[in-house]
Nanobody, 122 residues
Framework: EVQLVESGGGLVQAGGSLRLSCAASGFTFDDYAIGWFRQAPGKEREGVSCISGHDGSTYYQPYARGRFTISTDNAKNAVFLQMSSLKPEDTAVYYC???????????????WGQGTQVTVSS
């Protein structure tokens, strides 16, 4: 059974950092991609970043580029999202999910975790 479990969220002041983790099990990471998404109150869920298990390529939304870094551990059992220079507008529930490639539409990502809350205070 494919399972993704997010952790690492919390309350942080603007300008601070957080490292989110997505623990993955039940599938071979090399055959898939893992994406991070977020949903703020009253807004639609949006993509944040993605990493390909095929070749390690990484992708970022413009607002995340330069502030967020996606990575995996050596065993490829977890995907991390290091977030720096956080802003109040980064406040959201952050989710990870997997798909065949990072180019898939959001609707093609599956095995969504329960999410982890990130709150950035001003």
């Amino acid at each position: 059974e494919v399972q993704l479990v997010e952790s690492g969220g919390g309350l942080v002041q603007a300008g601070g950092s957080l490292r989110l983790s997505c623990a993955a099990s039940g599938f071979t990471f090399d055959d898939y991609a893992i994406g991070w998404f977020r949903q703020a109150p009253g807004k639609e869920r949006e993509g944040v970043s993605c990493i390909s298990g095929h070749d390690g390529s990484t992708y970022y939304q413009p607002y995340a580029r330069g502030r967020f870094t996606i990575s995996t551990d050596n065993a490829k059992n977890a995907v991390f999202l290091q977030m720096s220079s956080l802003k109040p507008e980064d406040t959201a529930v952050y989710y990870c999910a997997h798909a065949l490639t990072c180019q898939e539409a959001q609707s093609d990502f599956g095995s969504w975790g329960q999410g982890t809350q990130v709150t950035v205070s001003s």
